[in-house]
């Protein structure tokens, strides 16, 4: 005679199985926490860029640039490293760097790690009276974690290009530089502007 062994599991036959049982259920939910979270990282938008520019501005004019910080974000080798990153990227489009003085565009960085701040303090308030020339542009803060890229004229002092990127900028140094990199990659991918269109 064959006996048939009952189909039917209990949870836990005594203690020690019970233990088995519940460091099972802890690792099933630990990896469904892992499995969850990068799937969410797998999910999140890319890095937000986008640029404006003044459409009538003629950008074949400009030859040379100097590059500034604007508005610190507190980290003197972050700023460094994004006027670096600028600068590799505009040399790349033939421009040239020069002395301020002497330059036909001037390129200001704003960036925020803790708290807001508006780029009219900055312009207005440095007695800079730089700004205009784009109609379409609204950003006039710097929101934490984001950066601002303004090249303005230099003898107009008017401004013709805008780059924004978000969550570009951390508390974390170590987290800056490829971001930093990435963004002004796509800021300038298609500079100047218009150059795609003919």
Same mark, same amino acid.
């Given at each position: ?34 499995? %969850? ?24 004019? $400009? ?18 490293? *994004? ?14 760097? *020069?002395?301020? %003085?002497?330059?036909? *565009?001037?390129? $200001? ?6 708290? =807001? ?6 312009? %207005? ?20 974690? %984001?950066?601002?890229?303004? $090249?303005?004229?230099? +003898?107009? #002092? ?16 170590? #987290?800056? =530089?490829? #971001? $930093?990199? #990435? ?14 269109? +003919?």
């Amino acid at each position: 005679m064959v006996h048939s062994e009952s189909a039917v599991l209990t949870p836990c036959h005594g203690r020690a199985a019970c233990m088995i049982c519940a460091k099972g259920d802890e690792m099933s939910l630990r990896f469904g926490i892992f499995f %969850s979270v990068v799937l969410t990282a797998l999910l999140l938008p890319a890095q937000e860029v986008r640029t404006d520019y003044d459409h009538s501005y003629n950008f074949s004019q $400009i030859h040379t640039f100097a590059v500034k910080i604007g508005t610190s974000w507190g980290n003197p080798l972050t700023e460094q490293r *994004a006027k670096d990153a600028v600068t590799q990227q505009l040399t790349a489009k033939g421009w040239t760097v *020069a002395d301020e %003085s002497t330059a036909d *565009a001037i390129v $200001i960085i704003h960036g925020a790690t803790k708290s =807001e701040k508006s780029l009219d303090t900055f312009y %207005s308030g440095g007695g800079w009276g730089w700004g205009g020339g784009m109609a379409t542009t609204t950003v006039n803060t710097v929101n934490v974690g %984001s950066a601002v890229i303004d $090249i303005f004229d230099a +003898k107009t #002092k008017k401004l013709v290009f805008r780059g924004t990127a978000q969550d570009e900028l951390s508390d974390k140094p170590e #987290k800056n =530089e490829k #971001k $930093i990199e #990435k963004a002004t990659e796509k800021m300038f991918k298609d500079f100047p502007p218009g150059s795609k269109e +003919k």
